[in-house]
Nanobody, 125 residues
Framework: VQLQASGGGLVQAGGSLRLACVASERTSSRWVMGWFRQAPGKEREFVSVFGFDGGYTSYAESVKGRFIISRDNAKNTVYLQMNSLRPEDTAVYYC???????????????????WGQGTLVTVSS
């Protein structure tokens, strides 16, 4: 499975962006798809995932209430709607996918076998 992320760009603080990640082939609704990010000089960190049957979602505390993850299985696409953006949200955002991650390990980078190329989000103050 190849993942193609898009939607990054430059936005002012308080603004919004929507990221999209398209999978190259159809993935079961049981797959987990989501996003990590890496800011300059920092480690890659969990942002949000959507997966398992029933539309399970999980968010990092730093984005909860501002970001919304959604998924369109017919289009093999996961979206990240980012609202009320802050300068500290500046990072390269990576799309991830896995067919075998368990809930207790959702926030671990090592749980995801498939990674997209990353899309840069820059939030100016």
């Amino acid at each position: 499975v190849q993942l193609q992320a898009s939607g990054g760009g430059l936005v002012q603080a308080g603004g919004s962006l929507r990221l999209a990640c398209v999978a190259s082939e159809r993935t079961s609704s049981r797959w987990v798809m989501g996003w990590f990010r890496q800011a300059p000089g920092k480690e890659r960190e969990f942002v949000s995932v959507f997966g398992f049957d029933g539309g399970y979602t999980s968010y990092a505390e730093s984005v909860k209430g501002r970001f919304i993850i959604s998924r369109d299985n017919a289009k093999n696409t996961v979206y990240l709607q980012m609202n009320s953006l802050r300068p500290e949200d500046t990072a390269v955002y990576y799309c991830v996918a896995s067919s075998s991650v368990i809930r207790s390990n959702l926030r671990s980078r090592t749980a995801y076998a498939y990674w997209g190329q990353g899309t840069l989000v820059t939030v100016s103050s």
